[in-house]
């Protein structure tokens, strides 16, 4: 088993270059979390990298060091939006709230950013808007072309957004969700949403909520493939400096807890600054996400959750109990590597995802089936990896409670979910 040799010496914050000197956790030796085992030569060849995240003093971003290059986390990648049900009527909602709010029309171009498969722009195209999705997955990018969504592979970033501009193509909604976190130049990469965005343009980024990550421990959030974590305060600072205004943020109940921003060319004022703005800024400073210090308590809560799920994992197999998983996240792996999970404690684990379907999990090698793997199995309990989607998970294995399994969260501790 393969480990990365790199040096693993702080470096500098990856949006004001301040040298990074405060752990805010330390998870240990971990892989890719999307790096799903397909044979014995991948088990042979598996590398583990430190995940490590810091917290800078003077911005307050939250980070991890790039260990691996994006190329080669998500040249093919094995995460589709479509099979999430509850992420499908979300993306449809919000597309029909920005066609009202915004008067998103046949007129308009809107342009996706991490589009994966044509989850969301679908429905603009369903309502004839001008749409183009920019993807660097090709595998990914594939599904949405069968589609016909016109999507680009490649990464965006600076150089991107000026080829599109010399194409003549400005984005009157430019959209990213679940990207930001992903993006190692940041700078590169706000600066480029700052150039395709029209003049009266407007962008939404939606990402995971550090607030909400602190709060209820959710540690399974930290990855390699995210290399940022934000908070309001962090995440407009960074904007601000490429000339771009947050104008309104909205709290969501996605990913368990992201935040929605609003934001515009900043020598513009299309839009009013909303008091959504004022009201989190003021509360994230309140709780102070604004201190460094308030950053340290943090490891010692993430030691304790990984300490009950160990603890309730070992004795259901004391009680001769079967516990197997649903879904194959990357949260997940986040998590059954830093607990030290192993077979023996979760038997095996599903996802509908076909690509996941007959791999390992990276790292603990627990491997991955069908769902209805369950139904000939039987286990007793259910232990929801994708905790986020739980309501969504429980109902699609409600047949699971003839024999009277119990599903269970393991986040920020374990609990049986009704």
Not at 70 to 91: C, K, M, R, T, V
Request: glycine residues 6%; aromatic residues 12%; proline residues 6%.
């Amino acid at each position: 088993m393969a480990r990365s040799a790199r040096a693993s010496e702080p470096s500098c914050c990856r949006f004001c270059n301040t040298p990074l000197e405060r752990v805010f956790i330390d998870l240990g030796l971990s892989p890719l979390a999307n790096s799903y085992l397909r044979d014995e030569k991948a088990r042979q060849d598996e590398q583990f990298f430190p995940l490590r995240a810091y917290v800078c003093s003077e911005c307050f971003l939250v980070q991890l060091e790039e260990w691996e290059a994006p190329e080669n986390i998500f040249g093919d990648y094995a995460y589709f939006s479509s099979y999430s049900e509850s992420w499908l009527q979300h993306a449809k909602s919000y597309v029909a709230r920005m066609i009202e709010r915004f008067g998103i029309g046949a007129h308009s171009r809107v342009v996706e950013i991490a589009s994966n498969d044509g989850y969301l722009l679908q429905y603009f195209v369903a309502e004839d808007v001008p749409v183009l999705g920019i993807e660097p997955a090709q595998n990914v990018a594939a599904v949405a072309r069968a589609k016909g969504i016109p999507t680009r592979v490649e990464f965006f970033g600076e150089r991107a957004a000026r080829t599109l501009r010399r194409e003549g193509l400005r984005a009157n909604l430019l959209i990213g969700n679940n990207v930001l976190a992903h993006v190692p130049n940041l700078n590169d990469f706000v600066k480029g949403m700052s150039i395709l965005l029209d003049d009266q343009g407007v962008i939404t980024m939606e990402f995971p909520h550090l607030m909400r990550l602190v709060d209820e421990c959710q540690i399974d959030t930290i990855y390699h493939e995210h290399f940022s974590y934000f908070s309001f305060i962090a995440v407009e600072k960074i904007f601000a400096a490429h000339g771009l205004t947050l104008f309104d943020v909205e709290e969501l109940p996605t990913h368990g807890g992201s935040l929605r921003i609003f934001a515009q060319h900043s020598n513009t004022e299309w839009h009013p600054i909303s008091h959504r703005v004022y009201d989190l800024r003021a509360r994230e400073i309140s709780a102070g996400y604004a201190d460094i210090d308030h950053y340290d308590a943090f490891e010692e809560r993430a030691t304790q959750t990984k300490l009950k799920l160990l603890a309730f994992l070992e004795e259901a197999k004391r009680q001769g109990k079967r516990v197997v998983g649903y879904g194959a996240p990357a949260k997940g792996n986040t998590l059954l590597n830093y607990c030290g999970v192993t077979p023996d404690l979760i038997e095996y684990t599903v996802d509908r995802n076909p690509h996941k379907q007959g791999c390992l999990l990276p790292g603990t090698h627990i491997p991955i089936f069908d769902p209805e793997r369950i139904n000939v199995t039987k286990p007793d309990y259910i232990l929801i990896l994708p905790w986020n989607l739980k309501r969504e998970i429980v109902n699609q294995l409600s047949f699971a409670r003839s024999w009277g399994a119990q599903f269970v969260v393991p986040i920020p501790e374990p609990r049986l979910v009704d």
